[in-house]
C-alpha cells in the first residue's frame, strides 16, 4: 500500500511558477511509476507528467511539453513537479499518483493504482 501527499500549490499569475510536491509512504517507492494529473471543473482527469522509478524516461502531454519538469528523488521518497510559464488553462487540482509496473507510456487514469488527495493551482489572467 502506499500513500501519497501532495503539497505545493496555490494562486500564481499568468507566466508564473509553481513547484508541486508529492510525498510517498510506503516501501519501494524507487520502483513505483510516479505520474501527475490534473483536473479542471467540469472536466475529466488528464495525464501531465510520468517518471520511472530510476527517472531514465519521462513522459509528458504536448499540452505541458518544454514548461513542465518532473522529477523524483528516492532517498526521501519524493517527486516533484516544477510549472513554469503557467497559464490560466493550467488551473485545476493536480494529483499525484503511482502504479507498479507497466508501460511508462500508459498515461490513462486507469493505468494507476494509487492517488493522492490533490493540490489545488489557479492562475490568474
Known amino acids: 500500500q502506499v500513500q501519497l501527499v501532495e503539497s505545493g500549490g496555490g494562486l500564481v499569475q499568468t507566466g508564473g511558477s509553481l513547484r508541486l510536491s508529492c510525498a510517498a509512504s510506503?516501501?519501494?517507492?524507487?520502483?513505483?511509476?510516479m505520474a501527475w494529473f490534473r483536473q479542471a471543473p467540469g472536466k475529466e482527469r488528464e495525464f501531465v507528467a510520468a517518471?520511472?522509478?530510476?527517472?531514465?524516461?519521462?513522459v509528458y502531454p504536448d499540452s505541458v511539453k518544454g514548461r513542465f519538469t518532473i522529477s523524483r528523488d528516492n532517498a526521501k521518497n519524493t517527486v516533484f513537479l516544477q510549472m513554469n510559464s503557467l497559464k490560466p488553462e493550467d488551473t485545476a487540482v493536480y494529483y499525484c499518483?503511482?502504479?507498479?509496473?507497466?508501460?511508462?507510456?500508459?498515461?490513462?487514469?486507469?493505468?494507476?493504482?494509487?492517488w493522492g488527495q490533490g493540490t489545488q493551482v489557479t492562475v490568474s489572467s
Open positions: 499518483a503511482a502504479r507498479e509496473s507497466g508501460s511508462l507510456f500508459r498515461t490513462g487514469v486507469r493505468e494507476y493504482d494509487y
Open positions: 510506503g516501501r519501494s517507492f524507487s520502483s513505483y511509476i
Open positions: 517518471i520511472t522509478g530510476n527517472s531514465g524516461r519521462l
